[in-house]
């Protein structure tokens, strides 16, 4: 019961961290609004499963190279907004007759695992799992593995929610031309969400 009530934080922590809007969520809620909860559950699954291993990987050690090194940083800060910005243009720019064409794939799980691995807030989150929840028993990486098995479950949850959320939109906009215009502004809160990370 003492190792329960100790991750009650980090419960919390990764419930915020998962939940408040990013580049992964808003990708999440524009693909399911497009294509539906089934089709973008693929990418919630590997957005989800590629947040846990960071957190892993972080938490076993690999975390230290990333504070140590700020030209990795950097380049990764870079490789994430520009990705992003390219995928906010594209969703910027589909015309209203191609959003159920299928020439216009979903948010794919190889897409949101790729950008978990070079966005930024995603590593400095897993940063301050290892440095706000570090393990103190004798079984570290056991514990890390607890912690990344506990973030993994809460993600699914957040995510999730985020999906079914973007489905509920095609109830409330029903006119093509509405839905349009509203993925026109999730494809601006996705390069802000971008550009906020690399001016922030």
Same mark, same amino acid.
């Given at each position: 019961?003492? /190792?329960?009530?100790?991750?009650?934080? %980090?419960?919390? %922590?990764? +419930?915020?961290?998962?939940?408040?809007?990013?580049?992964t969520n808003i990708l999440i +809620?524009?693909?399911? /609004?497009?294509?539906?909860?089934?089709?973008t559950f693929p990418a919630v699954v590997g957005g989800c499963f590629a947040a846990s291993l960071i957190v892993f990987v972080s938490g076993a050690g690999a975390g230290e190279i990333l504070r /140590?090194?700020?030209?990795?940083?950097?380049a990764m800060s870079w490789a994430g907004a520009l990705w992003l910005s390219w995928l906010s243009w594209q969703l910027f720019t589909a015309p209203a007759? =191609?959003?159920? =064409?299928?020439?216009? $794939?979903p948010f794919s799980c190889r897409s949101a695992a790729l950008l978990q691995f070079i966005n930024p807030k995603t590593w400095m989150m897993?940063?301050?799992?290892?440095?706000? +929840?570090?393990? $103190?028993?004798?079984?570290?990486l056991w514990d890390v593995l607890l912690l990344a098995t506990w973030f993994l479950l809460i993600s699914l949850l957040c995510l999730s929610a985020w999906?079914?959320?973007?489905?509920?939109?095609?109830?409330? %906009?029903?006119?093509?031309?509405?839905?349009?215009w509203f993925q026109r502004v999730m494809a601006l809160c996705l390069l802000a969400s971008a550009w906020a990370g690399m001016l922030g």
């Open positions: 019961m003492s /190792q329960l009530y100790a991750s009650a934080p %980090f419960l919390l %922590f990764a +419930f915020v961290a998962s939940i408040t809007p990013g580049p +809620f524009s693909s399911s /609004q497009r294509f539906g909860v089934k089709a /140590q090194h700020a030209l990795i940083r950097e007759a =191609n959003l159920t =064409n299928e020439a216009r $794939q897993a940063l301050a799992v290892g440095s706000l +929840f570090a393990p $103190q028993s004798a079984h570290p999906a079914l959320l973007g489905k509920a939109v095609t109830r409330l %906009f029903r006119t093509t031309t509405s839905l349009v």
